[in-house]
Structures are given as C-alpha cells and as structure tokens.
C-alpha cells in the first residue's frame, strides 16, 4: 500500500532527489538538446489555432527526448525511473520544490503548453531576425548621403556634366528612400511582432495553468474515487462481518438446543433411578 502523500511542506527523505532534478533543469545537458530541439522545430508553428498533424508528430517526439533526458540523469545517481513515478506521487506536495518539479514534468505531456511553447519561441526567432535586419537596413541609411539640395541645384548650372550629376543625385535620392522605407518596415514589424510575443507569453501562461488545473482536477477524482472504493470496501467488509456474527450465533444456539435436546431424557431417567422408592422392610415377627 502507498505511502499517503504527506502534507504540504512537510520534509520527506526524498526532498534531495526533487533538488537533484531542479539542478538537472537548469544544467547545459538538459538545457542545450531541449532548447536545441525547439529552436531547430518551432518554424513549423505558425499562429494557427488549427493542430495540425505535423504538431502531434513534434510533440511526441518532444516527450521522447524528455523521458530520455530524465532517464539518463536518474540512472546516473541509480533511480530507477518507475520508482521516481513512485516517490513522486508519494512527496509531490512536500515542498515548494517537490510541486515545482512535479508540474513541470507534468507540463511536458499536455499539448496546449507544448504548441504554446513552440509558438512563442518562434516569434521571438523572427523577432530577432527583424532587428537584425532593422540594424543593418538603420547602418546602410547612415551610410547613404542624402540626396543634393542646393548643391545639386547649383552644381546642375555648370556645362556638360549637368545630366550624368543628375541621374547620380537621383539614384542616391531613390537608394536613400528605399532604406528609410525598410527602416519604417522595419519598426512597423518589431511592433507587431512584440504585441504578438506578449499574447504568446500570456497564452503560454494560460495553457500551463489551464493544464495544473486539469491535472489537480483529475487528482480530486482520482483521490474521490479511491475514497468511495475503500468506503464500499469498508462497508462490504462490515456486512460480511455481521454476516459471520450471525451465522456463529445461529450455530451456537443450533449447538445448545441439540445439547438440550440429547441430554433431557437421560437425566429423567437418572431422576427416576434415583428416586426409586426403597424395599419394603419385611414386617416384625408376631409373638407367640
């Protein structure tokens, strides 16, 4: 039988290992292959509410290398993983820690948290590729002289070079405005994509929760369930005890009357032996 869960904030001996795993969150050989994973896949999660099948695939695949990753770092220090599944269910609420631990394993499976996750992280790609190309459009504007105001003019009042000037200051003008436009482009796109990453991050934050509620919501049940199983375990139990009562006194007063009933005429005639009146006394001699 399990050991109940104890209750929240309670030490258990199994508080180290929840401190292990948390370490093992944040260290490069978890960190580099799942970031690596979702940086390499998050293209294919556009902002759709459609799940496409191509979802489903990644996810799967996402909880493989999460179990694989868990297993590894479990077996290093000689867990074995199904009694981690056990120690989780025994101390999950032990700490602060320990819950911590719990949900974000937890978080893993659900799908919504997962998509959310890859969303995210995919604008925050592009995001950073719009800067990038805003920084390099911003140096190549620098970079560019303004087109000829008053110089032009007065230069175009000298001979023959006055149409080959022209066509210079027109080409440099019209390079001039093509970068600013791809500046104002993109300004125009860093806004967007930062309003779109702060609704990711806050639908993101949705499905997490809306996932720890979910599976708090399926413990009560599952923790209901158990109770109203040992409740008409408990309740069979008793009827059967009154059952074995009853029977046993049935049999014992079955017993008594049959003692009584088997003992009652040998005594009788016990009685009737014993009671039997005496020989007569024979009578006295009469005189002579």
Same mark, same amino acid.
């Given at each position: 039988?399990?050991?109940?869960?104890?209750?929240?904030?309670?030490?258990?001996?199994?508080?180290? !290992?929840?401190?292990?795993?948390?370490?093992?969150?944040?260290?490069?050989?978890?960190?580099?292959?799942?970031?690596? #994973?979702?940086?390499? $896949?998050?293209?294919? #999660?556009?902002? /759709?509410?459609? $799940?496409?099948?191509?979802?489903?695939?990644?996810?799967?695949?996402?909880?493989?290398?999460?179990?694989?990753? !868990?297993?590894?770092?479990?077996?290093?220090?000689?867990?074995?993983?199904?009694?981690?599944?056990?120690?989780?269910?025994?101390?999950?609420?032990?700490?602060?820690? $320990?819950?911590?631990?719990?949900?974000?394993?937890?978080?893993?499976?659900? #799908?919504?948290?997962?998509?959310?996750?890859?969303?995210?992280? $995919?604008? *925050?790609?592009?995001?950073?590729?719009?800067?990038?190309?805003?920084?390099?459009?911003?140096?190549?504007?620098?970079?560019?002289?303004?087109?000829?105001?008053?110089?032009?003019?007065?230069?175009?009042?000298?001979?023959?070079?006055?149409?080959?000037?022209?066509?210079?200051? /027109?080409?440099?003008?019209?390079?001039?405005?093509?970068?600013?436009?791809?500046?104002?482009?993109?300004?125009?796109?860093?806004?967007?994509?930062?309003?779109?990453?702060?609704?990711? *991050?806050?639908?993101?934050?949705?499905?997490?929760?809306?996932?720890?509620?979910?599976?708090?919501?399926? !413990? !009560?049940?599952?923790?209901?369930?158990?109770?109203?199983?040992?409740?008409?375990?408990? /309740?069979?139990?008793?009827?059967?005890?009154?059952?074995?009562?009853?029977?046993? +006194?049935?049999?014992?007063?079955?017993?008594?009357?049959? *003692?009584?009933?088997?003992?009652?005429?040998?005594?009788?005639?016990?009685?009737?032996?014993?009671?039997?009146?005496?020989?007569? +006394?024979?009578?006295?001699?009469?005189?002579?």
């Amino acid at each position: 039988m399990a050991t109940p869960a104890p209750a929240g904030g309670a030490e258990t001996e199994h508080d180290w !290992l929840f401190d292990y795993i948390m370490n093992v969150f944040k260290a490069p050989t978890w960190e580099v292959p799942i970031m690596s #994973f979702i940086d390499d $896949n998050c293209v294919v #999660f556009d902002n /759709d509410d459609e $799940n496409k099948f191509a979802y489903s695939e990644l996810h799967d695949k996402f909880k493989e290398l999460v179990d694989t990753l !868990l297993e590894t770092h479990l077996t290093e220090i000689g867990v074995a993983p199904e009694d981690f599944v056990e120690i989780c269910s025994q101390a999950r609420d032990g700490r602060d820690v $320990n819950r911590m631990v719990f949900d974000q394993i937890m978080a893993v499976d659900d #799908f919504m948290t997962f998509k959310k996750l890859m969303q995210k992280r $995919n604008m *925050e790609l592009e995001l950073e590729a719009v800067k990038a190309l805003k920084s390099r459009a911003s140096g190549a504007a620098s970079s560019t002289p303004a087109p000829a105001g008053d110089d032009g003019a007065s230069e175009s009042d000298d001979g023959g070079d006055d149409g080959a000037e022209g066509g210079t200051t /027109d080409a440099g003008a019209a390079d001039y405005m093509d970068e600013a436009l791809r500046a104002s482009l993109s300004d125009y796109a860093v806004s967007k994509t930062d309003a779109e990453l702060e609704m990711a *991050e806050l639908e993101q934050a949705i499905a997490a929760s809306l996932a720890l509620e979910q599976e708090r919501l399926r !413990l !009560l049940k599952a923790v209901a369930a158990a109770e109203a199983a040992a409740k008409a375990a408990a /309740d069979e139990l008793a009827a059967m005890t009154d059952a074995i009562d009853e029977m046993s +006194k049935e049999a014992e007063d079955m017993a008594a009357r049959e *003692e009584e009933g088997s003992g009652g005429p040998t005594e009788a005639s016990e009685s009737k032996g014993g009671d039997a009146a005496p020989s007569p +006394k024979p009578a006295p001699a009469t005189p002579v």
